[in-house]
């Protein structure tokens, strides 16, 4: 049973597009997060949410949006796609703020 | 200056021997350290976490902090092909809650 799963695994799409991430953790964590890790493979974080509540949004274009329906549940939601999104988006969870013990296994966007 | 500094590598090291990974950062209040491994194409895996000065072994790792020196090392004993992966260090800066990523150290474990 995954402890965070995110879906989709793949995704390519046109410019201009708006796509969504959905992320689901089963492991009772009060905070998650979403990363993002470019072709360099450096992770950078995005926002963070703790018990529905957002705590960290980081400088990020305002194009992406997150939501967090429950404390469970963390969702990406990214309008007006750009080449430049293309990357690896992970979600991430943890009991404590910051300590995170658990990565999703991530969701490639590719941008065409 | 970058927050958290590491050598990207690859370093590499003949099987059976000690791999060492260096890490520094630049907030002198942080407080938690830790270490990931990521192997090509997938998430993160938390290899150690360390908050106090000095070592803390698991198995055939160990982390090394230095606050004074603001390091932090991890060492892997009897190294396999299997430990070949880039290894992540990440810290909590003072205050912040927001886990700071290195841009990882690419080790490849020669048989």
């Known amino acids: 049973d995954t402890a965070v799963s995110q879906t989709p695994k793949y995704l390519v799409t046109q410019m201009g597009n708006d796509k969504s991430i959905k992320c689901e953790q089963n492991?009772?964590?009060?905070?998650m997060y979403w990363y993002k890790q470019d072709s360099k493979k450096f992770l950078k974080i995005m926002f963070s949410?703790?018990?529905?509540?957002?705590?960290i949004n980081e400088t990020v274009p305002n194009r992406f949006s997150p939501k967090s329906p429950d404390k469970a549940h963390l969702n990406l939601h990214i309008n007006s796609l750009e080449l430049g999104d293309s990357a690896v988006y992970f979600c991430a969870s943890s009991q404590e703020h910051g300590d995170i013990s658990h990565f999703g296994e991530g969701s490639w966007l590719t941008v065409v | 200056q970058k927050e958290v500094e590491q050598n990207s590598g690859p370093l590499s090291v003949p099987e059976g021997a000690i791999a060492s990974l260096n890490c520094t950062y630049s907030d002198r209040g942080s407080q938690s350290f830790f270490w990931y491994r990521q192997y090509s194409g997938k998430s993160p895996e938390l290899i150690m976490f360390?908050?106090?000065?000095g070592d803390k072994e698991d198995g055939r790792f160990t982390a090394q902090l230095n606050k004074a020196s603001q390091y932090v090392s991890l060492l892997i004993r009897d190294s396999q092909p299997s430990d070949s992966a880039t290894y992540l260090c990440?810290?909590?800066?003072?205050?912040?809650?927001?886990?700071?990523f290195g841009q990882g150290t690419t080790l490849q474990v020669k048989p």
């Open positions: 949410y703790n018990n529905k509540e957002l705590i």
């Open positions: 990440a810290v909590i800066p003072s205050n912040t809650g927001k886990l700071i």
């Open positions: 360390i908050y106090s000065n």
């Open positions: 492991l009772g964590h009060d905070t």
